[in-house]
């Protein structure tokens, strides 16, 4: 089984920084990717940022020159260092990872989802 585990969320004031923390854990045969999801309430789930195993990086606009996402060598830990946060970045974040549990499932699927169970992040302002 595959298991993401998510730590650093909490309450901050706006303009303040946090750092959250995912670490896949479980049989994994090969990863392609790693992100971070929100959703605040009322809204849908957006992407926030994601990194691929070659260290390319994606960002949603709302969050460039702020966050900054970024993976340990062994490519099964990435990390969200979030600056100057706003009101509006309040929201449960979610862990994502593309990975392959086999080698057939990297052949014949190329790689699933997995989620994390999600880590509250609330700004105030």
């Known amino acids: 089984q595959v298991q993401l585990v998510e730590s650093g969320g909490g309450l901050v004031q706006a303009g303040e920084s946090l750092r959250l923390t995912c670490a896949a854990t479980g049989t994994i045969f090969s990863l392609n990717a790693m992100g971070w999801y929100r959703q605040a309430p009322g809204k849908q789930r957006e992407m926030v940022a994601a990194i691929t195993i070659g260290g390319s990086t994606h960002y949603a606009d709302s969050v460039k020159d702020r966050f900054t996402i970024s993976m340990d060598n062994a490519g099964t830990t990435v990390y969200l260092q979030m600056n100057n946060l706003k009101p509006e970045d309040t929201a449960v974040y979610y862990c994502?990872?593309?990975?392959?549990?086999?080698?057939?499932?990297?052949?014949?699927?190329?790689?699933?989802?997995?989620w994390g169970k999600g880590t509250q992040v609330t700004v105030s302002s």
């Open positions: 994502n990872a593309d990975l392959a549990k086999s080698d057939y499932e990297a052949r014949t699927k190329g790689g699933m989802d997995y």
